[in-house]
């Protein structure tokens, strides 16, 4: 599926980040959503679906918590991004509303942000929790918005998924695959180390994330 040519930092990182960022862009042109919101969007994930968003000319709101995420970001071509730093609800809905998105791709998995994002949503609107960097903290919903107001809240899971669709439609949706690690879902490597420094790297993933990956050599 990866062809030879495709550098190692992509095929390395070419199981997860990639196929969920297709898996989003998948479910957002098969339920006609109208456009992505993303938290924790300076990841390496992030990065990927903001460049694949504008190839595929796919409204995107990044939300970030910090500003020199923002800057990150908009050094790498994003147009909209959020920092949830203060009072910046005002500008999300305003942001929601231009750009017409309703999908919302959360990689907190509740707290006070994603509680904020959803309440700013226009409805109907959908919400896919794909992640759990708040540490499973809990979300309040009224049934007025989920029963008669369009709300949808659910999870994204990538293996069911991947279950959920056609042979045909992963036959598609990986037919340019390599095409894609080499472009739009291509993986910034910012340090090669070997295994026998896997202390160090896993330090490194930890404090400097935003910075690209580390790769682990024989």
């Known amino acids: 599926m990866i062809d030879d040519d495709v550098p190692v930092s992509s095929a390395a990182s070419g199981i997860i980040n990639p196929v969920t960022v297709l898996g ?7 339920k006609k959503h109208g ?3 993303h938290t924790a969007a300076a990841s390496s994930l992030g990065r990927q679906l903001n460049r694949i968003c504008k ?3 796919i409204p995107l709101l990044n939300v970030v918590r910090r500003k020199e995420q923002a800057e990150l970001l908009k050094s790498e ?3 909209n991004v959020i920092v ?6 005002p500008e999300y809905k305003q942001l929601v509303r231009k750009l017409k998105v309703n999908a919302l791709f959360d990689a907190l998995g509740g707290g006070e ?7 700013g949503l226009e409805l109907p609107a959908n919400v896919y929790i794909y992640g759990m960097l708040a540490g499973g903290q809990t979300l309040s919903i009224t049934s007025g918005p989920s029963f008669f107001g369009g709300l949808n809240i659910g999870g994204f899971h990538l293996t069911k998924w991947l279950h959920s669709i056609t042979a045909e439609e992963q036959k598609e949706i990986f037919s340019n695959y390599s095409r894609y690690l080499k472009g739009d879902l291509s993986t910034k490597t910012f340090k090669e180390l070997h295994f026998k420094d896997i202390k160090e790297a896993i330090e490194l993933s930890n404090t400097r994330a935003t910075e690209g990956k ?4 024989p």
Do not use: N, R
């Not at 989003?24 to 098969?30: E, G, M, N």
């Open 113 to 119: 942000v994603t509680q904020k994002l959803i309440d």
């Open 55 to 57: 190839t595929e000319d």
């Open 77 to 79: 071509g994003a147009e």
């Open 24 to 30: 989003f862009i998948h479910t957002v042109k098969s």
């Open 84 to 89: 949830t730093e203060g009072d910046w609800q």
């Open 214 to 217: 580390v790769l682990l050599l």
């Open 35 to 37: 456009g992505i919101i």
